[in-house]
C-alpha cells in the first residue's frame, strides 16, 4: 500500500509539472500574440484602425485570463 500511494504521488508530482510547463507554454504564446497586436496598433494611426486593434488587445487578453482561470 505504501508502495502504491508513493506511485500515487510520483504520478500526482508528474501531472502538476506537465500542467505547470503547459502553463508557461501558453502564457508564452499569448505574450508573443500581445506583442505582434501592439505592434501592428502602434503601427497604425487612423481612429478606426486604432480601435479595432484596441478590441483585439482586449479579446487576446481575456483569452489569456480565461486559459489561467481552467
Request: charge should be negative; glycine fraction near 0%; hydrophobic fraction near 35%.
Amino acid at each position: 500500500d505504501v508502495d502504491q500511494e508513493t506511485l500515487n504521488r510520483i504520478d500526482h508530482q508528474n501531472q502538476v509539472q506537465t500542467l505547470l510547463e503547459e502553463i508557461d507554454f501558453i502564457r508564452r504564446v499569448h505574450e508573443q500574440e500581445i506583442r505582434e497586436l501592439q505592434s501592428l496598433a502602434a503601427r497604425d494611426t487612423t481612429p478606426e484602425n486604432r480601435e479595432f486593434f484596441k478590441n483585439e488587445l482586449a479579446s487576446a487578453i481575456r483569452d489569456i485570463r480565461a486559459e489561467y482561470d481552467q
